[in-house]
């Protein structure tokens, strides 16, 4: 808290950020009610978690656009006020009927706003390395890690709550989005003069060179250690991602099939999402544990552990699935820092949004995929064998990488 207290550049990021990220949480979870409530719930569901991740798959290209923009503050603030727009719109398409159609145009505007959000966080990040210390870069991106999960803790429950003063008014929830990315460009414009990070000149006749930044990524994980594993880290990744992005989907498919806790859908996801942000929240403000001193690696390896049984209890023990999904989110709030500090310290600032992006795909690039292949195979075999696969496969690759180790 020193850091908001004291760093006015910071400070208005963070609040930025808080604005951004209650408008987005709140959204998430109004969207997937909004899809519960069609008559074929699963597919519109399983359709919203789609729009709700397809922006990640393009990270490496958000990262590509923000090193290319020269005045990064002000495309910042223009950026909040799209979005604004971008909601407002939302809101009238909400009023417009309940179809098909009008279901893809506000996932589709709803993905595009998640876009900019990405693109926006690329812009921000030569801001911070600018204006905070090297030895407060960890902290800074810690709480605004932590930001992230106390704004889905507020906004998730935000967003029910309005749903249900209002009876079901989801054009009333697009227009608190709408004030909520106003308040948050409001807040960057107000304080433009303190955001400076500009980088230089900057060569707009560059092109995103997968090959260069795959390089620049490898060089990342590898300073950690002089033993890591590349190879495996990044199997390990891409492997983890796509087992977790079942986790999601299938989540909320299993409270469609049958009320958990004997209550309605709407407030079993709050209850799951809550858990999930809480464990976000208290490992990224708690820093002082022993998974701070494990290798990225172990860090995996831990998770794979973590995500076999979660899904073998979600069917059969609602309570105790709750509790490990909470000690998952915590222990996955344990390697984002870890690789950002990595990031800022051996990354230029002219490749430091190219690069952060390029990670960021990485970690993530799996998770349309997989999200898309769990949720084909819950409606073929269905919800219960699904989660027993992924069960599975998160045994196996869990004594795979305790195998590792030994070797």
Known sequence: MQLIRQNRSFRALFVSSLFTMLGTSLLNIVFLIYASSFDQSTFYVSLAEFFILAP???????????????????????????????????????????????FLAIGGAKS???????????????????????????????????????????????????LTMTKQSFYLVGCVN??????????????RQHLTGEVGKINKKSHLNLRKTFAQIRLVFTVESKNSNFVLIL???????????????????????GQKFGMSYSVAVLIFNLSLSAGMLLG??????????????????LIFALIALFAVTLSNLAELALFLIFVLAYTVAKASPKVNSLIMENISSQDLDKISGGITTLFTFS?????????????????????????????????????????
């Open 56 to 102: 990640v798959f393009l990270a490496i290209y958000t990262g590509f656009l923000a090193d290319k923009t020269v005045k990064k503050a002000s495309k910042m603030i223009a950026s909040s006020w799209v979005q604004a727009l971008l909601y407002f719109s939302i809101a009238l398409l909400f009023l417009s009927g309940k179809n098909l159609g009008l």
């Open 112 to 162: 595009l706003c998640d876009f900019i959000s990405g693109y926006k966080n690329g812009l921000r990040a030569p801001i911070l390395q600018r204006n905070v210390k090297n030895d407060e870069i960890s902290s800074a991106f810690g709480q605004l890690q932590g930001l992230s999960s106390l704004a889905e803790l507020v906004g998730q429950p935000l967003g029910v709550m309005i």
């Open 178 to 191: 709408g004030l909520l990315f106003i308040l948050s460009g409001a807040m960057l414009y107000f304080n």
């Open 235 to 257: 199997l390990s990744v891409i492997l983890l991602n796509f087992l977790f992005a079942g986790i999601g989907p299938l989540t909320d498919l299993s409270l469609i099939s």
């Open 284 to 301: 990224s403000l708690w820093m002082k544990d022993f998974l701070k001193k494990l290798t990225l690696q172990k860090l995996f390896v």
């Open 367 to 407: 998770i349309p995929f997989g999200g898309a292949f769990f949720i084909f195979l819950a409606n073929l075999i269905g919800v219960r064998l699904t989660l027993d696969l992924i069960a599975l496969l998160g045994l196996c690759f869990f004594i795979r990488g305790i195998l590792a180790r030994e070797t």
